[in-house]
């Protein structure tokens, strides 16, 4: 668990604590005659501005806490296939999927995503399933497709794809 959620778990606690403890106080002293309707109704509003700041704050944190989190997996899952692809050379996607443990469209969009950020050069055969690291100052030069020989054109921002097979050449 990140500092952002608990911190969001413990605001929203104490404000919560602070609510319970306020209810309870003014509960007592109107059932006891010292405090009239009209002050326990002045009590709570005053308790409630610090039990809304409190909850609302914490829910906040609570929330962006997760969102966080959710980044943080996606950085984590892009680092680790950085990490195989460079270290092996090639890997099967197939591979690739259950060592970071998520579904082959999630591992194209990760690939995509490193090539958008200019950390990966390589090129990938989506029909074959194999991922190939290269580096890029050889497949700035390429005019022919490794896995078929077929032309290939440029395809998008750091992006090559053969027209014949679909291999996908990513340049950094």
Not at 19 to 40: D, K, N, P, R, Y
Not at 86 to 112: C, F, M, N, W, Y
Not at 121 to 150: F, H, I, P
Request: hydrophobic share 45%; proline share 1%.
């Amino acid at each position: 668990m990140n500092g952002s959620r608990l911190s969001g778990i413990v605001l929203s606690i104490i404000g919560l604590g602070i609510a319970v403890i306020a209810g309870l106080f003014l509960a007592s002293q109107v059932s006891a005659g010292s405090l009239g309707s009209g002050g326990a109704l002045v009590g709570a509003m005053l308790a409630f501005v610090p039990v809304a700041l409190l909850l609302g704050f914490g829910v906040y944190l609570f929330l962006r806490g997760g969102s966080e989190a959710k980044e943080t997996s996606t950085m984590e899952q892009q680092r680790r296939i950085l990490d195989i692809i460079k270290s092996r050379g090639q890997v099967a996607v197939s591979d690739l999927a259950l060592e970071v443990g998520a579904p082959i469209s999630t591992i194209q969009d990760l690939v995509h995503q490193l090539v958008g950020l200019q950390v990966f050069s390589g090129y990938v055969n989506w029909q074959e399933g194999v991922l190939y690291s290269d580096d890029a100052s050889k497949l700035r030069d390429l005019t022919k497709c490794k896995n078929c020989g077929g032309d290939i054109v440029l395809a998008g921002k750091g992006t090559v794809v053969c027209k014949y097979c679909g291999t996908e050449y990513f340049l950094t």
